[in-house]
């Protein structure tokens, strides 16, 4: 079991109420399930006020703020309390194993039968108190050497910190007697005189496990009295009182069974005086002080006007939480010592005291230290890596003035009680501060948006005592505050049978809150779940009513619920109830609600013949007034359909609902439903294709949603798609018709959002539509239907339109692999390829991409198989569709992109495999001359070089694959283009060989040293970086480049195969091409004889002579053509 920590039973003048009384005291202690009952009698201070005059004081004091301040300070500083208190559950505290002489063992929790043994066999001899038994220190022993730990360490400690507040003192408990009380006895008192020359400190009781009622104990000290209760725990318990001398102990009379206590003095210890030199501990001498408080206040109340101040502020020693049950009761030590004597000093002279908590704000610019150097990135609230919130204090350097603020969070009454009184207070006003004094007790840095400084905040919540004359300006001010929780904490712990002054109070304040601020449903709820137990418990019904009222339970049947209105109505009847529902009936707009209440009093009054009329009479209003209703509502509304008829619904329901401007959700649901009840009610027929039909006409072209940032709209094509759906559940397919006029006609003149474009819409739909049509009872009936909506799909995909009317920005469609799918798909549902044929014509497909349109081509050639099609028309359509397609990424291809590329022959087989795949290897012509030309800013010879004579072996390898070679068509004709080019522009004359190195350059130094250089092995060599040298040595150099060439031409001629090859591509140009690059005349071709005389032979070979010496004619066309 566990064991609560111990309660500290405040100085006088304060209540402590229960659930403080088991307060911890910096010592851990065990813990208990249960508490044991303090109470005392309070009047009200606000009740009965002494209105008789003072007399004047003599010496009144002229510094009422300073005085007081220094009164608490000097008077007021005892931090302890006068008595302590603690429970112990069986597992928390040890068994003693208590023996005593002449008798033996007792064993715990002590039996009944056992006790009037121990008492006739051990009692003292002569005395005189009947039915106590008294038994001396000398007769007892514990057998348990951990009881006596247990007393020094666990529950003496603790009773020494609290009456010391925590001074560190530890005192010697000496064990006096052993006392057991039956119920014979009478009540006892007993207080003993306070002797300032003993060492003994105070008692210390130990109430061990033992079964009894009643023996109430009562602590008095300076006229307030406190009472504990131990019977109801005391038998699985072990309990601890501790007091001071001086202290009044008032025990009743046990009503059944016996209690078994030790009783100890707590003794101040040797070594304390002697050493430590502390003084022993005892309650202060508080008349003087007290008297003190007295003249100041009097003197305050007595002041001339504007001679004294308006209130007092003084911050309170200990620190409180903000809570609905702080209050007087809540205050500690010298705070609690404080407020005891001033609490009826303040009744007496007409003050009014309240407490405030108050939060300090001191907010520091800093600025990091070291910081994003080592954390390698900026803090800032977005960050996933890291929050400036969690930086410590050390991380940050202060970066300017700092700035403090004070906010007022809450007021109270000493009971608790929040209200709403507006300060004139400053930070400097509050006595006993500065407010910022001491540690804060929280601490943050807020990250700017800036990356060089912060800001540091420092809290720093105090409670402070508010001091007014009453029936002032200020008092004026105080009105009800937010007394929800508060009212909710007196309300839940109220047993009473009646209701105390103070719970009316409660209540009273609770519904003109209610009335005046009214909270969100759910506390609403919780307030008159509060109202109404204690309206039932205190059998007010005239609270009820109140509540019922107060609350908006009228409004909102919701706010007392089924179970609250069974509640009431066993607790008070039909009759109190009846006026306040039909007012609920009246009020409520919610139809839900007041039919939630119908059905329940139908429930409740099945057998009271006046609530069943009543019920009968309310249903019939509330058809005829519905009030608001939701998509919740419809199975109801169904039920009424059913049970009155459709003509009935029809005449009296449905226009209702017209009237309300319900949502699109409502009608849709609404409509569906009306359709599954149409078989059993036909003439809701009607009224379903109206819902349907205007559903469709308030729908807009293409809708959009909000979204959670500001200014922005998403597309909401799932409002169309539901309204589609819609349409096929209720039969009214044709109205899709009008749905898919609507967007074709919208996305013709531009009526959507420019960052919306019809497109979006059609791509989500499509597939859902497909899927709503395969899903559907009518199958392929309605192919016919939504025709052209899949037409749309396909045009909007593949639309190219960029601007709208207005000149608005529209980006198309990218066609990306999912969109393909969905161009796929809605073609088939359209009418195949020959709808594809239509919508791709050969001028909107210039304006996309080549490598969109490859990718565009290679899909319909994978989706819709040439070697599938049926009919000559598909295939002539699929045909000129490709063509058409494979000639707009021809001539969209950007042929810049080669120069800038590391590999551009990959880049160039790309494509002529993309015409082979497509199966239009007809048109590599038209894409070998668009590769041919050279574009804006690069050299016929450089793109010769670079570009079109690395890609002629790579296209030999593609061709020999394909079982051809450069004599055939387009191929020969752009092989024998690239290899006169390549002789035109980059192949330059060539010296003799025998001159070659030796004659290289001339006798200068620098060229001297290019021909060793050319001689040796050598694999690299510096030369001069003047302009002049670099330029001779490169016309040094250009026989040797030309050798290059030459070499590289031979290369090129050998790729295209044996002689009679190479003749056959490059025709009458060969003879003169083989002499540019070989530097001599081709040999005779191998070949038959034809039947020709030799003659002839012999002067085609003079003519290729002729032709090979004076070169190829001039080109007179543009420089950049081959």
């Given at each position: 079991?566990?064991?609560?920590?111990?309660?500290?039973?405040?100085?006088?003048?304060?209540?402590?109420?229960?659930?403080?009384?088991?307060?911890?005291?910096?010592?851990?202690?065990?813990?208990t399930?249960?508490?044991?009952?303090?109470?005392?009698?309070?009047?009200?201070?606000?009740?009965?006020?002494?209105?008789?005059?003072?007399?004047?004081?003599?010496?009144?004091?002229?510094?009422?703020?300073?005085d007081?301040?220094?009164?608490?300070?000097?008077?007021?500083?005892?931090?302890?309390?006068?008595?302590?208190?603690?429970?112990?559950?069986?597992?928390?505290?040890?068994?003693?194993c208590?023996?005593?002489?002449?008798?033996?063992?007792?064993?715990?929790?002590?039996?009944?039968?056992?006790?009037?043994?121990?008492?006739?066999?051990?009692?003292?001899?002569?005395?005189?108190?009947?039915?106590?038994?008294?038994?001396?220190?000398?007769?007892?022993?514990?057998?348990?050497?951990a009881?006596?730990?247990?007393?020094?360490?666990?529950?003496?400690?603790?009773?020494?910190?609290?009456?010391?507040?925590?001074?560190?003192?530890?005192?010697?408990?000496?064990?006096?007697?052993?006392?057991?009380?039956?119920?014979t006895?009478?009540?006892?008192?007993?207080?003993?005189?306070?002797?300032?020359?003993?060492?003994?400190?105070?008692?210390f009781?130990?109430?061990?496990?033992?079964?009894?009622?009643?023996?109430?104990?009562?602590?008095?000290?300076?006229?307030?009295?406190?009472?504990?209760?131990?019977?109801?725990?005391?038998?699985?318990?072990?309990?601890?009182?501790?007091?001071?001398?001086?202290v009044?102990h008032?025990?009743?009379?046990?009503?059944?069974?016996?209690?078994?206590?030790?009783?100890?003095?707590?003794?101040?210890?040797?070594?304390?005086?002697?050493?430590?030199?502390?003084?022993?501990?005892?309650?202060?001498?508080?008349?003087?002080?007290?008297?003190?408080?007295?003249?100041?206040?009097?003197?305050?109340?007595?002041?001339?006007?504007?001679?004294?101040?308006?209130?007092?502020?003084?911050?309170l020693?200990?620190?409180?939480?903000?809570?609905?049950?702080?209050?007087?009761?809540?205050?500690?030590?010298?705070?609690?010592?404080?407020?005891?004597?001033?609490?009826?000093?303040?009744?007496?002279?007409?003050?009014?005291?309240?407490?405030?908590?108050?939060?300090?704000?001191?907010?520091?610019?800093?600025?990091?230290?070291?910081?994003?150097?080592?954390?390698?990135?900026?803090?800032?609230?977005?960050?996933?890596?890291?929050?400036?919130?969690?930086?410590?204090?050390?991380?940050?350097?202060?970066?300017?003035?700092?700035?403090?603020?004070?906010?007022?969070?809450?007021?109270?009454?000493?009971?608790?009680?929040?209200?709403?009184?507006?300060?004139p207070?400053?930070?400097?006003?509050?006595?006993?501060?500065?407010?910022?004094?001491?540690?804060?007790?929280?601490?943050?840095?807020d990250?700017?948006s800036?990356?060089?400084y912060?800001?540091?905040?420092?809290?720093?919540?105090?409670?402070?005592?508010?001091?007014?004359?009453?029936?002032?300006?200020?008092?004026?001010?105080?009105?009800?505050?937010?007394?929800?929780d508060h009212?909710?904490?007196?309300?839940?712990?109220?047993?009473?049978?009646?209701?105390?002054?103070?719970?009316?109070?409660?209540?009273?304040?609770?519904?003109?809150?209610?009335?005046?601020?009214?909270?969100?449903?759910?506390?609403?709820?919780?307030?008159?779940?509060?109202?109404?137990?204690?309206?039932?418990?205190?059998?007010?019904?005239?609270?009820?009513?109140?509540?019922?009222?107060?609350?908006?339970?009228d409004?909102?049947?919701?706010?007392?619920?089924?179970?609250?209105?069974v509640?009431?109505?066993?607790?008070?009847?039909?009759?109190?109830?009846?006026?306040?529902?039909?007012?609920?009936?009246?009020?409520?707009?919610?139809?839900?609600?007041?039919?939630?209440?119908?059905?329940?009093?139908?429930?409740?009054?099945?057998?009271?013949?006046?609530?069943?009329?009543?019920?009968?009479?309310?249903?019939?209003?509330?058809?005829?007034?519905?009030?608001?209703?939701?998509?919740?509502?419809?199975?109801?509304?169904?039920?009424?359909?059913?049970?009155?008829?459709?003509?009935?619904?029809?005449?009296?329901?449905?226009?209702?609902?017209?009237?309300?401007?319900?949502?699109?959700?409502?009608?849709?649901?609404?409509?569906?439903?009306?359709?599954?009840?149409?078989?059993?009610i036909?003439?809701?027929?009607?009224?379903?294709?109206?819902?349907?039909?205007?559903?469709?006409?308030?729908?807009?072209?293409?809708?959009?949603?909000d979204?959670?940032?500001?200014?922005?709209?998403?597309?909401?094509?799932?409002?169309?798609?539901?309204?589609?759906?819609?349409?096929?559940?209720t039969?009214?397919?044709?109205?899709?018709?009008?749905?898919?006029?609507?967007?074709?006609?919208?996305?013709?003149?531009?009526?959507?959002?420019?960052?919306?474009?019809?497109?979006?819409?059609?791509?989500?739909?499509?597939?859902?539509?497909?899927?709503?049509?395969?899903?559907?009872?009518?199958?392929?009936?309605?192919?016919?239907?939504?025709?052209?909506?899949?037409?749309?799909?396909?045009?909007?995909?593949?639309?190219?339109?960029?601007?709208?009317?207005?000149?608005?920005?529209?980006?198309?469609?990218?066609?990306?692999?999912?969109?393909?799918?969905?161009l796929?798909?809605?073609?088939?549902?359209?009418?195949?390829?020959?709808?594809?044929?239509q919508?791709?014509g050969?001028?909107?497909?210039?304006?996309?991409?080549?490598?969109?349109?490859?990718?565009?081509?290679?899909?319909i050639?994978?989706?819709?198989?040439?070697?599938?099609?049926?009919?000559?028309?598909?295939?002539q359509?699929?045909?000129?569709?490709i063509?058409?397609?494979?000639?707009?990424?021809?001539?969209?291809?950007?042929?810049?992109?080669?120069?800038?590329?590391?590999?551009?022959?990959?880049?160039?087989m790309?494509?002529?495999?993309?015409?082979?795949?497509?199966?239009?290897?007809?048109?590599?012509?038209?894409?070998?001359?668009?590769?041919?030309?050279?574009?804006?800013?690069?050299?016929v010879?450089?793109?010769?070089?670079?570009?079109?004579?690395?890609?002629?072996?790579?296209?030999?390898?593609?061709?020999?694959?394909?079982?051809?070679?450069?004599?055939?068509?387009?191929?020969?004709?752009?092989?024998?283009?690239?290899i006169?080019?390549?002789?035109?522009?980059?192949?330059?004359p060539?010296?003799?060989?025998?001159?070659?190195?030796?004659?290289?350059?001339?006798?200068?130094?620098?060229?001297?040293?290019?021909?060793?250089?050319?001689?040796?092995?050598?694999?690299?060599?510096?030369?001069?970086?003047?302009?002049?040298?670099?330029?001779?040595?490169?016309?040094?150099?250009?026989?040797?480049?030309?050798?290059?060439?030459?070499?590289?031409?031979?290369?090129?001629?050998?790729?295209?195969?044996?002689?009679?090859?190479?003749?056959?591509?490059?025709?009458?140009?060969?003879?003169?091409?083989?002499?540019?690059?070989?530097?001599?005349?081709?040999?005779?071709?191998?070949?038959?004889?034809?039947?020709?005389?030799?003659?002839?032979?012999?002067?085609?070979?003079?003519?290729?002579?002729?032709?090979?010496?004076?070169?190829p004619?001039?080109?007179?066309?543009?420089?950049?053509?081959?």
């Open positions: 079991m566990k064991t609560e920590p111990p309660a500290q039973i405040a100085p006088p003048n304060i209540k402590v109420p229960d659930d403080l009384l088991l307060q911890a005291t910096g010592v851990a202690q065990p813990t399930t249960s508490t044991m009952e303090i109470s005392s009698d309070e009047s009200d201070p606000d009740d009965d006020r002494d209105t008789k005059e003072h007399k004047s004081i003599i010496s009144a004091s002229t510094d009422i703020k300073g007081f301040e220094a009164l608490v300070e000097e008077g007021f500083g005892f931090d302890g309390v006068f008595a302590f208190s603690s429970r112990y559950a069986l597992g928390d505290a040890p068994n003693p208590l023996v005593i002489d002449g008798y033996g063992t007792i064993g715990l929790p002590l039996c009944e039968r056992e006790a009037p043994k121990i008492a006739s066999e051990c009692a003292l001899k002569g005395s005189a108190n009947t039915g106590i038994c008294e038994i001396p220190a000398e007769k007892i022993h514990f057998d348990n050497p009881w006596d730990t247990w007393i020094k360490k666990t529950a003496g400690v603790a009773a020494s910190k609290a009456l010391t507040a925590n001074t560190g003192l530890r005192p010697t408990f000496a064990l006096r007697k052993l006392v057991i009380h039956d119920k006895c009478p009540p006892t008192n007993y207080k003993e005189r306070d002797d300032k020359t003993s060492r003994k400190i105070g008692d009781i130990v109430i061990l496990p033992s079964l009894f009622d009643g023996a109430q104990l009562q602590l008095s000290h300076a006229g307030q009295t406190k009472t504990i209760n131990f019977g109801r725990e005391s038998r699985l318990s072990t309990f601890v009182v501790a007091a001071y001398s001086g009044e008032a025990l009743s009379s046990v009503t059944a069974g016996y209690r078994l206590s030790l009783v100890y003095e707590i003794v101040h210890t040797i070594a304390d005086t002697a050493l430590v030199r502390r003084p022993r501990p005892a309650l202060p001498e508080m008349k003087g002080a007290t008297q003190k408080l007295r003249d100041i206040l009097l003197s305050w109340k007595q002041a001339a006007s504007g001679a004294a101040p308006e209130l007092l502020a003084c911050l020693q200990h620190r409180y939480t903000q809570a609905p049950t702080f209050g007087a009761k809540s205050l500690t030590g010298a705070d609690a010592l404080l407020m005891s004597h001033l609490r009826p000093l303040a009744w007496e002279l007409k003050f009014c005291l309240y407490l405030a908590h108050v939060t300090a704000t001191v907010s520091t610019p800093v600025t990091p230290v070291e910081y994003y150097d080592s954390r390698g990135c900026e803090r800032c609230e977005d960050c996933e890596h890291c929050d400036l919130r969690d930086g410590l204090d050390e991380e940050f350097t202060d970066d300017g003035d700092s700035e403090a603020a004070l906010h007022v969070s809450q007021v109270v009454d000493l009971r608790g009680m929040p209200v709403n009184v507006n300060l207070l400053q930070m400097e006003d509050y006595l006993r501060g500065p407010v910022v004094d001491g540690k804060p007790d929280d601490m943050h840095v990250p700017y800036r990356r060089s912060a800001t540091r905040k420092k809290l720093y919540k105090r409670t402070a005592i508010l001091i007014w004359l009453k029936n002032t300006a200020i008092d004026s001010r105080v009105s009800v505050g937010d007394v929800y009212a909710l904490h007196v309300l839940r712990k109220s047993l009473t049978p009646v209701p105390t002054k103070r719970e009316a109070k409660v209540v009273d304040a609770l519904l003109k809150c209610c009335r005046t601020r009214p909270q969100d449903d759910k506390k609403m709820q919780r307030v008159m779940q509060a109202l109404r137990r204690s309206a039932v418990r205190w059998n007010d019904v005239q609270l009820l009513l109140r509540a019922l009222k107060d609350c908006g339970v409004k909102n049947a919701n706010l007392i619920g089924v179970e609250g209105f509640s009431a109505y066993e607790g008070f009847g039909w009759s109190a109830l009846k006026n306040f529902c039909g007012e609920v009936m009246l009020n409520d707009p919610s139809s839900t609600r007041r039919r939630a209440l119908l059905t329940w009093l139908a429930q409740m009054g099945e057998e009271e013949a006046e609530v069943s009329a009543w019920c009968t009479a309310q249903t019939d209003m509330l058809h005829r007034a519905l009030g608001t209703i939701d998509v919740s509502d419809i199975p109801w509304l169904m039920n009424v359909a059913t049970t009155r008829g459709g003509d009935f619904f029809r005449d009296v329901i449905f226009p209702q609902l017209e009237a309300q401007k319900l949502d699109r959700a409502f009608w849709c649901a609404f409509s569906k439903q009306l359709h599954q009840n149409v078989a059993s036909p003439s809701l027929a009607i009224m379903r294709d109206n819902c349907v039909s205007e559903l469709v006409r308030g729908l807009p072209a293409f809708p959009t949603k979204t959670p940032y500001a200014h922005w709209q998403d597309k909401d094509s799932v409002e169309i798609l539901k309204t589609i759906q819609l349409c096929i559940e039969q009214n397919e044709a109205l899709c018709c009008e749905i898919f006029t609507k967007m074709r006609d919208a996305a013709r003149s531009g009526d959507f959002l420019p960052k919306l474009p019809p497109w979006l819409y059609y791509a989500e739909l499509s597939p859902a539509v497909i899927e709503a049509l395969q899903s559907s009872p009518a199958g392929t009936a309605l192919d016919g239907v939504f025709l052209p909506f899949f037409v749309d799909v396909v045009y909007s995909i593949v639309s190219v339109v960029r601007t709208t009317s207005e000149g608005k920005k529209i980006e198309p469609c990218p066609l990306s692999d999912p969109h393909k799918a969905v796929a798909a809605a073609a088939r549902k359209a009418g195949g390829i020959s709808v594809l044929k919508s791709l050969a001028a909107g497909l210039t304006a996309h991409d080549s490598s969109r349109l490859q990718a565009l081509a290679l899909f050639a994978k989706e819709f198989p040439r070697q599938e099609m049926s009919g000559s028309g598909d295939v359509a699929y045909d000129e569709l063509v058409n397609i494979v000639r707009a990424a021809i001539d969209t291809f950007d042929t810049a992109t080669l120069a800038k590329s590391h590999n551009p022959s990959d880049q160039m790309s494509l002529v495999q993309f015409c082979f795949e497509v199966g239009a290897r007809d048109e590599c012509g038209r894409l070998l001359n668009r590769l041919s030309e050279s574009p804006a800013g690069v050299s010879g450089q793109h010769v070089s670079t570009v079109l004579i690395p890609f002629l072996p790579a296209l030999k390898q593609h061709l020999v694959a394909q079982h051809l070679d450069f004599r055939a068509d387009p191929y020969k004709k752009f092989a024998a283009a690239v006169k080019a390549f002789v035109q522009k980059v192949m330059t060539a010296v003799a060989l025998a001159a070659q190195i030796q004659t290289l350059g001339c006798a200068c130094a620098d060229c001297a040293e290019l021909r060793a250089f050319f001689v040796s092995d050598r694999v690299s060599n510096s030369f001069p970086r003047r302009t002049d040298a670099a330029r001779h040595l490169e016309i040094a150099l250009e026989p040797m480049r030309a050798e290059r060439n030459s070499e590289k031409g031979k290369t090129l001629l050998t790729d295209l195969g044996d002689p009679a090859t190479q003749e056959a591509v490059l025709g009458a140009d060969y003879s003169w091409v083989h002499a540019r690059i070989h530097g001599t005349d081709a040999a005779p071709v191998p070949a038959p004889v034809p039947p020709a005389n030799a003659a002839q032979n012999s002067s085609a070979q003079n003519a290729r002579k002729r032709r090979a010496d004076a070169g004619h001039a080109n007179t066309g543009k420089k950049q053509k081959m």
